[in-house]
């Protein structure tokens, strides 16, 4: 018997390839009901920038193998790297980019049966906590279209939390994927570093940037983790994580923000809760004080980070044939690039910055050697409305104080290559969400996926559904 259409918005990614195995629905049919759900709620999300409905349909038409993901529809933010896609990172500078390889992590994707329908709108190079570019517009949270998705995986955020399809595609620099889960009320985790396949062809001096993915539900990323997992990965194999574990953890719990700011009173209270909920399911939780210099290490972070937008956007006005950098660039890249150049030869700037990022990372790994766990804030603060990251109304120093005090706590496991994920356990007053970051050592993804079961069992929140939820 087939699965009704009405139906179908309320499966995960896993539920939707039980379908197609019993054959209750096919991938042709998902990928037509995913494009009548975008078409029908795009205009009010600003979500999806870039369809590519097409290659979807002969992608569905065509044999997908039996991955475990197989026939499910698929987005990827617009920094992805798949051939003959065109992919923007947001910028306009890049507004013909169609790039001519596909990168291992996007190859594994499609290759485990993904069907990938469209491209989501990001900030430009991914630079702010919202999703608002020139080029593109502001996308909605369909918790609230007054409100911001966060970012930068903002579009994919709204995408899921919208019902348009149960899994997306994401990337995590500072926050990125973590920011958008905890504004839209969805689960999104940040690997090890390491412990993915590549996303692109770039070298970093120092690898922030992690891909992902955004869900509902905690299988649907634990299951996508096996699919983008690097075989070659110096971390022991991780696979799939089915479900929770017996082990009871020690847990630490820190309000303090990078810049020593405490959370707001609404913050503070959900993490009091979530604390209180875990020592409810047996785990010890206590207060503890990171073991380091958390305001020299977010300084030596963000040199480095300009350094490398810099770098960038000459890559990118060379090949692009850009005649000024203000003509295709918004005003917190240009004013990245104009900081880093100030400063001094832009290699002696990396060298001065990485002993500072070593030795937080070895003093974070110490830290974890005594705790199993870390939980704080994902957020300083409740969810800021669209226009509060309009590049155009704010100056370069003033939203690059508004970007520091709001993001205080994800960026430190991307500089630390630590694992961390955003959980929905709450509410803020006005009944949008606020998430709750648990992070953990490198390679202990398995330790925070079954938490995160747990979590999921205790307190569900996948059948909470925002206003702007199509079905």
């Known amino acids: 018997m087939a699965a009704p259409r009405t139906e179908l918005s309320f499966y995960d990614a896993v539920g939707l390839t039980t379908l197609i195995r019993t054959k209750q629905v096919t991938p042709g049919e ?3 009901e995913t494009i009548r ?3 029908a709620i795009n205009p009010k999300l600003n ?28 987005v990827v933010k617009d920094n992805a790297t798949i051939a003959g896609i065109r992919l923007t990172r947001g ?49 909605t949270n369909p918790w609230d279209l007054a409100y911001s998705p966060g970012g930068s995986s903002g579009g994919s955020a709204a995408c899921v939390a919208a019902g348009i399809l149960p899994l997306a595609h994401g990337t995590d620099g500072g926050g990125s994927i973590r920011i958008p889960a905890s504004h839209c009320g969805l689960f999104g985790l940040k690997a090890s570093r390491g412990r993915l396949l590549p996303e692109s062809f770039a070298a970093r001096s120092w690898p922030r940037l992690v891909g992902g993915g955004l869900s509902r539900t905690v299988r649907d990323s634990a299951m996508y983790l096996r699919v983008i997992e690097d075989p070659n990965s110096q971390l022991p194999k991780l696979g799939f994580v089915a479900g929770k574990s017996p082990r009871r953890l020690k847990i630490a719990v820190t309000y303090e ?25 047996g785990h010890t939780v206590d207060e503890a004080k990171l073991p380091l210099d958390q305001a020299a290490v977010s300084d030596a972070a963000c040199r480095l980070a300009a350094v490398e937008v810099a770098r960038e956007m000459d890559a990118i006005a060379k090949t692009t044939g850009l005649r000024t950098l203000e003509q295709g660039f918004e005003s917190r890249a ?7 150049m100030r400063r001094g030869p832009l290699d002696e700037q ?3 910055a990485l002993p500072t990022l070593r030795a937080a990372t070895v ?20 969810i800021f409305k669209i226009g509060r990251r309009d590049q155009t109304k704010f100056p370069f120093k003033e939203l690059d104080n508004i970007l520091h005090d709001y993001v205080a706590y994800t960026s430190l496991h991307n500089i630390c290559g630590t694992i961390a994920m955003s959980v929905p356990l709450h509410r803020d007053s006005n009944g949008l969400p606020i998430g709750s970051q648990f992070a953990a050592r490198i390679g202990a993804e398995a330790i925070l996926l079954a938490l995160a079961y747990e979590l999921e069992e205790a307190h569900p929140w996948a059948d909470k559904r925002p206003p702007a939820f199509v079905t």
């Open 91 to 139: 910028s306009r500078a890049l507004r013909d980019n169609v790039p001519k390889k596909t990168a291992p992590f996007f190859a594994a994707t499609e290759n485990a049966g993904l069907i990938v329908i469209g491209v989501t709108n990001m900030p430009e190079m991914g630079l702010i906590d919202g999703t608002e570019n020139v080029l593109y517009g502001p996308t």
């Open 47 to 74: 979500a999806v920038i870039y369809k590519v409905y097409e290659r979807a349909r002969e992608r569905a038409s065509a044999a997908l193998g039996s991955g475990p993901l197989a026939g499910v529809p698929f």
């Open 30 to 32: 998902l990928v037509e």
């Open 350 to 352: 990396v060298a001065a």
């Open 257 to 281: 923000g990078m810049q020593g700011q405490a959370p707001h009173p609404e913050v503070r209270k959900a993490i009091v809760n979530t604390a209180r909920l875990c020592g409810e399911l």
């Open 334 to 340: 240009l004013g990245l690039r104009e900081e880093a």
């Open 37 to 39: 759900k975008i078409e």
């Open 363 to 382: 003093a974070l790994d110490q830290f974890f050697h005594d705790w199993d766990v870390l939980l704080t804030p994902v957020l300083r603060a409740p």
